[in-house]
């Protein structure tokens, strides 16, 4: 049984004019979710997400870049020395967001939740940059030397000393 759509123009029952059938609207998503996809960056055999992380899930993604697999209660302990602070509970609908969004990985194993990066640091850091050059900079001369001068008041991080074997 096919459904109708309403009558072009809203017309009344009685106009003869033709009625143009509804659209499946899952498909049509499911069709622009394909064309999307084919159109983002690729990186580890994988889509990039595409949704953007916040500042607080930024500060979350850099702990589990740093831990590897982990757990909350090691990504509470990275992020205790940084304000501001934040409680389990807190942290876990974080986390549940950046699984939602792609960037973590989430792995059950005998009812523990372990969260892994699902995505290259390099790969996303170079998008986010490319967005904000390209969307809050616009390309702009003027704009990009206002960051490089940000940058070059900044202080390089100090490479770390190896340890001898």
């Known amino acids: 049984m096919e459904r109708w759509g309403p009558l072009p123009g809203g017309g009344a029952a009685a106009d003869p004019r033709p009625r143009r059938p509804l659209v ?16 983002r960056p690729r990186g580890r055999g994988k ?32 992020i205790a020395d ?4 934040m409680s389990y509970t807190t942290v876990h609908m974080l986390l549940t967001r ?11 194993d005998r009812g523990n939740n372990y969260y892994a ?7 996303i850091v170079r998008l ?11 390309g702009e001369a003027e704009n990009l030397a206002i960051l490089n001068e940000v940058l070059a008041e900044r202080k390089p991080a100090k ?7």
């Open 128 to 138: 986010a940059a490319e967005d904000f050059v390209d969307n809050i900079l616009a």
């Open 82 to 85: 940084r304000p501001p602070a």
């Open 24 to 39: 499946s609207l899952p498909g049509v998503l499911t069709q622009m979710a394909r064309q999307r996809s084919d159109e």
């Open 98 to 108: 950046i699984v939602e969004k792609g960037y973590i990985a989430l792995e059950q």
């Open 117 to 123: 990066p699902a995505v290259d640091r390099a790969t």
């Open 47 to 78: 889509t990039l997400p595409e949704k953007q992380l916040s500042p607080s899930e930024w500060r979350l993604m850099q702990a589990c870049w740093k831990l590897g697999r982990t757990t909350i209660r090691d990504i509470l302990l990275e």
């Open 159 to 165: 490479p770390r000393a190896r340890k001898a074997n």
